[in-house]
């Protein structure tokens, strides 16, 4: 079965700083697609970012980027310059040959001033 | 653009009850699914869509059912409605359910509490 592991229940970032929201996953599938998702209290799911297995680079997304070490199958988010805003849950989430998008438990991210 | 729309937003059922929770989308996604979030537990997939009149189950479908007559439209139905079924469920669809870059769009979510 695929797996996704999201260690960090609950982290604490000060505004402007960068913080690095862990994800490791476990596929025998050489094609896989990486999704980051962020949940704010309000409960809607928001697409942040995407890296597929044969990307050559880590994908960007304005502030968001994705460090993608395939050896280690990790796929961490690290959102630079935090807002209050980014308070939120973080899912991470990952497809392959199957059809469905496996989440992992979640990280919620909460931004002091 | 109204992207996925479900509803009702919340709802109240009694055990044994049956209830059809409506999810439609207007992007001509080939793939649609249903999700439930419980506390601590993430998303899980309980039924999901590869095109009209394709369904499938996901890891946890029982007590559902789906259906999905027209590309639009991806209903699911509570058959006798238990305490365990408490839960947001979210409707999402997707371009491709190919493995790519497709994002699942997500509805905003219905709050189920069934007592």
């Known amino acids: 079965a695929q797996k996704i592991t999201q260690t960090q229940p609950g982290m604490f970032v000060q505004e402007k700083e960068a913080v690095t929201l862990d994800c490791t996953y476990d596929?025998?599938?050489?094609?896989?697609?990486l999704f980051w998702y962020k949940q704010p209290s309000s409960g809607e799911m928001i697409f942040l970012i995407y890296?597929?297995?044969?990307?050559?680079q880590n994908a960007t997304e304005g502030r968001y980027s994705l460090n993608f070490q395939k050896a280690r199958k990790s796929a961490n988010l690290v959102i630079s310059a935090s807002q209050l805003g980014d308070s939120a849950m973080y899912f991470c989430?990952?497809?392959?040959?199957?059809?469905?998008?496996?989440f992992g438990k979640g990280t919620s991210l909460l931004v002091t001033p | 653009n109204a992207g996925v729309t479900q509803t009702p937003k919340f709802q109240v059922l009694k055990t044994g009850q049956s209830m059809t929770l409506q999810c439609a989308q207007d992007?001509?996604?080939?793939?649609m699914s249903w999700y439930r979030q419980d506390p601590g537990m993430g998303l899980r997939l309980i039924h999901y869509s590869v095109g009209a009149g394709i369904t499938d189950q996901g890891e946890v479908p029982n007590g559902y059912n789906v259906s999905r007559s027209t590309t639009e439209d991806f209903p699911l139905r509570l058959l006798s409605a238990a305490p365990s079924q408490t839960s947001v469920y979210f409707c999402?669809?997707?371009?491709?359910?190919?493995?790519?870059?497709?994002?699942?769009?997500f509805g905003n979510g219905t709050r189920l509490t069934v007592t």
């Open positions: 989430a990952m497809s392959n040959s199957g059809y469905a998008l496996n």
């Open positions: 890296q597929g297995s044969y990307d050559q």
């Open positions: 596929t025998s599938d050489p094609s896989y697609g």
């Open positions: 999402a669809s997707s371009y491709s359910y190919r493995v790519s870059g497709s994002p699942l769009h």
């Open positions: 992007m001509n996604h080939e793939y």
